[in-house]
């Protein structure tokens, strides 16, 4: 059972306080952003910018996002210089790393083909559209009539190669390589490779986004989610208060490590 964030802010803060660094693994979509009816209009909030872009310049902490879109798309949209994992951590960039999974790199043929004919066979489909991610592909229907779904997944099934799977999300499916990786994977990753006795701060909203607190569980892990059962510790309802979050946790730890709070940002 998750704890409402915002009323456990005095715990928050004390595990904040137990280590010298700590990584913020944040989703995009859903967490930063609001959802927009089409992906490609999921701006990023000039607050939440602001909150992200000061959190990261604190001392000891390090910024993730870790999304579900392409790494090059939420890279351009989120446009700060930090650690970006995309395709759910299929593919990782920092300030001096770059890692591909490479059992999903070597299947791009097969998906690449496979995106021809899902293509060709939803051309008829009003409001279903897919987008090439890569490494992933995701065939969208929050545009598309309430039976497009039924559609969209009997497509996909006929045309999902071998080696790869289908996951269900807010109004989309997705095809991604079956390789033993996820979002929390990645996270691990980065905790391994790049930074020791990091602490770790994790918040989604989607169902990939569980990974993450399967895989931190001694982390402090949120769900944004009102209602929906989780295995993140911590549960805030929308991106207001994801928002409110972050910023309160930026305030504890420029506090704590007397970086001051001249820069914080309403
Ligand atoms: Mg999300």
Redesign the pocket.
Known sequence: MSTPALSALDAIADELKQSDQILFAL?????LAP?APQPELAAFPSPARQVVEWLSQLPGVHVAIV??RALEDVKARVALPLIYAGNHGLELEGPDFAYRHPQALERTPELTEAILAINHDISGLAGVRLENKGLTASVHFRNAAPEAAQAVASILKRHRPSGFRLHA??KVIELRPDVDWHKGAAVCWIMDNCFHHTRAFAM???L??EDMYISLPEQITVC?AEHRATHARYRVNDVDEALELLRFCGGVIAAHRGAGQGQRPR
């Not at 989703?27 to 967490?31: A, N, P, Q």
């Open positions: 989703d995009y979509d859903g967490t959802i999304s579900g999300g807010k989604g909203d989607d990939t986004d944004v």
